[in-house]
Nanobody
Framework: QVQLSQSGGGSVQAGGSLRLSCVTTESSRAYGSYCMGWFRETPGTEPEKIAY???????RYTDFVKGRFTISRDNAKSTLYLQMDNVKPEDTGMYSCAADLWREICPDKVGLFAFWGQGAQVTVSS
């Protein structure tokens, strides 16, 4: 059984910072041996990629968060993080972590991520 439990999120003013966390409970594979990512949804839209981290630690970001957001993982704690700095009102949305347990390199297709956290609302005010 795989569970992803998120914490963090909330309201912040533009220019501020937030950190999201995602703890994975999973016994069939060693944490860190597979791809994980952060996604964002806004009303009426499908989840969009924010950041990926491959099993070897390689990170990738969508263009509008590059230089402001940082994805990282602590394998000893089975925890994925998203550090959000210099946030903007357009960063507002529901943020979810997700795991693809069958791939070391994150796929482009959002639908291939089979396991998801419960989501956390991030609201940035101007």
């Amino acid at each position: 059984q795989v569970q992803l439990s998120q914490s963090g999120g909330g309201s912040v003013q533009a220019g501020g910072s937030l950190r999201l966390s995602c703890v994975t409970t999973e016994s069939s594979r060693a944490y860190g041996s597979y791809c994980m990512g952060w996604f964002r949804e806004t009303p009426g839209t499908e989840p969009e990629k924010i950041a990926y981290i491959d099993s070897d630690g390689t990170t990738r970001y969508t263009d509008f968060v590059k230089g402001r957001f940082t994805i990282s993982r602590d394998n000893a704690k089975s925890t994925l993080y998203l550090q959000m700095d210099n946030v903007k009102p357009e960063d507002t949305g529901m943020y979810s972590c997700a795991a693809d347990l069958w791939r070391e390199i994150c796929p482009d297709k959002v639908g291939l991520f089979a396991f998801w956290g419960q989501g956390a609302q991030v609201t940035v005010s101007s």
